[in-house]
Each structure stands twice: as C-alpha cells, then as structure tokens.
C-alpha cells in the first residue's frame, strides 16, 4: 500500500462511516475530538506512514462525511466504541495502536477497558472527561452555548459561541481558523450539534480507578491550561497516574510558551511512532 490515502466505508449498526486508510505496517486507528474531523488527530502530517505504519482514520458519526446516527440520542460512548470495532473488522485489524483526541481518547479507553486484547497500545491525546466531577447543569453550559449556536447560526454561530475572548491572544487567531476549517468540514451541522448533547453526557467509563485494568503501553499527551483550558492538565495527569506504566507527554512551560504538542502533528506523530515500537515488543 502506498503513502496515498485509499477511501474506506464502513457500516456501524445501520450507520455509514467514512474513512482511509495509507501506509504499510503495525495499524494505528486516529480517533478525533467533538466537533472535529479524522484530519484533526495528526493535522494532515505523514509522518507515520513514512516510518512504517498502516493509518486508519475515519470521521465519527454525524461528523465529516459520516452519517448521522439513526436518533438524537445515539452518540454515546458505547455507540462510539461499537463503531470503532466495527472499522477494525472491516479493515481486517485484530488488534491496533489506538491514538485519540478528547473524545477519541474517551472511546479509545472503553474500547481497551471492554476488548484489552485488540489494543496493542494506547495513546490519550488531552483526555477531558474526569468520572469524578459533578455532572450538574453547570458542567454543560459551555457544550450546550455552542450546540446552540451552531443550530442557531452554524459555522459562525458555533465560533460564537466558543468564546475566543477566554484564548490567550496569541494563539486566539489560530484557533478562529481552525474552527471554521472544521466546521466547514462538516455535511451534517444539526446532527453534530445532536451530537454535541449526547457526547458531552456520555461517560466513557465510571471511575478513574477503572483505568488500572488496562495493560497497553500508554502515552498521554497533555497541553497546559493556558493554551487549552478545555482539556485541564490535571486530567491528563490523573489518568497518567491511574494506568500503569503510562507515559506523560507536555509541552514545555514558558516563557515563552510553547505550542502544544496535541497541536503539532509532525511531533505528535514521532511520538505515536515510538508508541507502536514499543507495543510490538
């Protein structure tokens, strides 16, 4: 197989996904966040696929070119792990390096916490989902300003929403653009807002202590609050602690302050390659 990406399909419990795979070797699956596109793990880099790895990617349901789901409702995480075995068996994969952003890292861990035995290592790329918070109203403020906002003025109205003004403003601009990159990116807008709701009141799994069950050599990649307070630090170290023998990744602090890794897809890719060499020992 060469470095072109080949198109792949998938059907998921009556729901098509779309995705490619590229490259020859140890498979890695790429998991993207809420909101983004399979795009969004690596941010386009080669990188893997040049150091001998078969990559897998696809758009989650509702996002990208991946239909939504047949209810409002059935985009939890069950739903989620479900449609990420579903790519495996149809890519012929027994077992992959699972490498997932915020929502990706959640289904990564209750894929490895229910099959241990098809993930060959684990990479949480800014986990956010603490099983210890409260799960009031207030927790999901944030998430339902911008499912309005999207539904109420799509791409425009979910950058909106966002609220750009709490981004330190060397790095708000960026993030402007990469909104709207991804939004735009999109074929199903009410859909993904369905799924902004459902997402944000799924639990992945109950208890960090639960993490202690998985086995895979796992890395971690955190950011620093300053650049991405929605994915806190402190949850990436919390799980890094829970599993054992896991690996945490941050950027260096400042000043200046750095780039975070989880947005350098060149860096973060080395970083999944090292990964995979040391699940196929």
């Known amino acids: 197989m060469s470095e072109e990406a080949a198109p792949i399909s998938v059907e998921s419990d009556g729901v098509g996904l779309s995705g490619e795979q590229s490259g020859e070797g140890t498979?890695?699956?790429?998991?993207?966040?809420?909101?983004?596109?399979?795009?969004y793990v690596v941010m386009g880099s080669r990188t893997l696929q040049r150091s001998g790895h078969?990559?897998?990617?696809?758009?989650?349901?509702?996002?990208?070119?991946?239909?939504?789901?047949?209810?409002?409702?059935?985009?939890?995480?069950e739903q989620l792990s479900r449609d990420l075995e579903a790519v495996l068996n149809a890519a012929g994969v027994q077992s992959a390096v699972l490498a997932g952003a915020?929502?990706?890292?959640?289904?990564?861990?209750?894929?490895?916490?229910?099959?241990?035995e098809r993930v060959t290592a684990l990479a949480l790329i800014?986990?956010?989902?603490?099983?210890?918070?409260?799960?009031?109203?207030?927790?999901?403020?944030?998430?339902?300003?911008?499912?309005?906002?999207?539904?109420?003025?799509?791409?425009e109205g979910f950058v909106r929403a966002y609220d750009l003004a709490a981004v330190p403003e060397r790095w708000r601009e960026t993030i402007a653009t990469v909104l709207?990159?991804?939004?735009?990116?999109?074929?199903?807008?009410?859909?993904?807002?369905?799924?902004?709701?459902?997402?944000?009141?799924?639990?992945?799994f109950e208890s960090l202590e639960q993490l202690a069950e998985i086995d895979a050599?796992?890395?971690?990649?955190a950011s620093r609050d300053e650049a991405d307070p929605g994915h806190p630090l402190a949850v990436g170290e919390r799980y890094a602690q829970a599993i054992a023998g896991a690996r945490l990744v941050v950027e260096d602090a400042g000043p200046p302050a750095q780039s975070p890794i989880a947005w350098?897809?060149?860096?973060?890719?080395?970083?999944?390659?090292?990964?995979?060499?040391d699940g196929s020992t």
């Open 264 to 277: 350098q897809g060149g860096a973060l890719s080395r970083l999944l390659s090292g990964l995979a060499a």
């Open 126 to 155: 800014t986990p956010a989902f603490d099983p210890s918070a409260p799960r009031e109203d207030t927790e999901f403020a944030r998430w339902d300003a911008l499912e309005r906002g999207l539904r109420e003025g799509g791409v």
């Open 102 to 116: 915020s929502m990706g890292a959640h289904t990564a861990v209750q894929f490895a916490l229910r099959h241990p």
């Open 27 to 39: 498979p890695i699956v790429l998991l993207h966040g809420l909101t983004a596109t399979r795009r």
């Open 217 to 221: 050599p796992t890395l971690v990649v």
């Open 54 to 77: 078969r990559v897998i990617a696809y758009d989650a349901r509702a996002h990208g070119r991946s239909d939504p789901a047949p209810s409002p409702d059935a985009y939890g995480y």
């Open 180 to 204: 709207r990159q991804r939004l735009s990116a999109h074929e199903h807008l009410d859909a993904l807002a369905d799924a902004i709701h459902a997402v944000s009141r799924s639990r992945p």
